[in-house]
Structure formats: C-alpha cells, structure tokens
C-alpha cells in the first residue's frame, strides 16, 4: 500500500511539474510572438514616419524654391525699372545733346 501510494503521489507531482512546464512553454510562446509582432508594427511605424518627413519635406523645399523664384522675378522686376528710371533722363540728356 505504501509503495502505491509513493507511486501515486510521485506520477501526481510528475504531472503537476509537465504542466507547469507546459504551461511556461505556452506563455513563453505567447511573449515570444507579441515581441515579433511588436517589433514589426515598430518597423511599419518607422517606416511611415521617415516617408511622412520625406513627403513633408519634399513640400516644403518645394514651397521655398518657388518663394524664392517669387523673390527674385519681383527683385528682377523692380530692378528693371529702377534701371529705367535712372536710364530715362539720361536719354533726355542724349537726345538734348544730340541737336
């Protein structure tokens, strides 16, 4: 009856010991996957992040070179004139000294 029973109590704790075993290896399974998944939505996430400051980017150089093309035709433009100005009396004064 003894051996029986040491018998029995010793399978119990075998069984007690593979289910606590199964159930680590279960959870360890579980973490290990939710660190894969995590790790990829991180890469997605840098990804779309580096394409938005790219794109964000690209918008604003594109801003810049056309504020400076706006800058230096009106500065092109006013100087045009100021060049007109200056040369008009001066045609005056050539076409006077001319006759």
């Known amino acids: 009856m003894y051996d029986k029973r040491k018998k029995i109590e010793k399978n119990w704790r075998l069984v007690i010991i593979l289910s ?14 939710e660190i894969v998944v995590f790790n ?5 996430l840098k990804t779309d992040l ?36 200056t040369i008009s009396p001066l045609k005056i004064l050539v076409r006077l000294h001319q006759k």
């Open 20 to 33: 606590i075993t199964l159930f680590i290896v279960i959870i360890s399974q579980d973490i290990a996957r």
């Open 40 to 44: 990829q939505e991180l890469g997605d």
């Open 50 to 85: 580096v394409n938005e400051l790219k794109d964000g980017l690209e918008e604003e150089v594109e801003f810049r070179v056309t504020e400076i093309n706006r800058i230096t035709d009106n500065m092109n433009s006013q100087f045009d004139r100021h060049i007109i100005e």
